[in-house]
């Protein structure tokens, strides 16, 4: 059971726009910046969004991260074929002393 | 070019200990505000942090494995250590390290983020 909530899952044409959201409570998300992470099967985790809405060098702005209370959301329009993967949100919990927690994950398939 | 590489065993037999290394290089252990970060993925699960440990010498675990593990740092050969006690077959997973840097924003706050990750190492628990 991860500290942050994920849907399971998320799908999309090609052009299209998704969004992904991660709930969480006021000790981690209310009370920190969020960052996502994309994980393509077989392959480690690359940074996406840092900061609950900073891109890294090299992440094209069709993709980009919001943040309000105790929710965040990244979104990516344009959908392509390459953005099927696994997405995970991330941040520090202040209830656990410092500690970081994930959401569970959502798979998007690109239909 | 920031890279960072996990070495360890492939297969550990229950309640055995688990010791991973992860060797870094193109930035240094000992840069203000960074740290390094240890996270796993059992086969088909989410990604699970483990514990971090900053340039400081700062150290924090996961709730629920802090009395297993244990990480260390060796600067001078840019490596971080995690070990593992009293390992189990639920303990199978592909282990990650990664470099975890720090941003501030006046109005915002501030962030942690692992923004490179080592490739893995997957570990199989068995008898």
């Known amino acids: 059971q991860s500290v942050l909530t994920q849907t399971p899952s998320a799908s999309g044409t090609p052009g299209q726009r998704v969004t992904i959201s991660c709930s969480g409570s006021t000790s981690n998300i209310g009370s920190n910046t969020v960052n996502w992470y994309q994980q393509v099967p077989g392959t480690a985790p690359k940074l996406l969004i840092y900061g609950n809405d900073q891109r890294p060098s090299g992440v094209p702005d069709r993709i980009s991260g919001s943040k309000s209370g105790t929710s965040a959301s990244l979104a990516i329009s344009g959908l392509q074929s390459d953005d099927e993967a696994d997405y995970y949100c991330?941040?520090?919990?202040?209830?656990?002393?410092?500690?970081?927690?994930f959401g569970g994950g959502t798979k998007l398939t690109v239909l | 070019q920031v890279t960072l590489k996990e070495s360890g065993p492939v297969l550990v037999k229950p309640t055995e200990t688990l010791t991973l290394t992860c060797t870094v290089s193109?930035?240094?252990?000992?840069?203000?505000?960074?740290?390094v970060s240890w996270i796993r993925q059992p086969p088909g699960k989410a990604l699970e942090w483990l514990a971090h440990?900053?340039?400081?010498?700062?150290?924090s675990y996961s709730t629920s494995l802090k009395s297993r593990l244990t990480i260390s740092k060796d600067t001078s050969k840019s490596q971080v250590v995690l070990t593992m006690t009293n390992m189990d077959p639920v303990d199978t997973a592909t282990y990650y390290c990664?470099?975890?840097?720090?941003?501030?924003?006046?109005?915002?706050?501030?962030?942690?983020?692992?923004?490179?990750w080592g490739k893995g190492t997957t570990v199989t628990v068995s008898s």
């Open positions: 193109g930035f240094s252990l000992s840069n203000a505000g960074m740290a």
């Open positions: 991330a941040a520090w919990d202040d209830s656990l002393n410092g500690r970081v927690v």
């Open positions: 990664a470099r975890t840097s720090y941003a501030f924003w006046t109005g915002k706050g501030e962030a942690y983020y692992m923004d490179v």
């Open positions: 440990i900053f340039s400081s010498d700062d150290k």
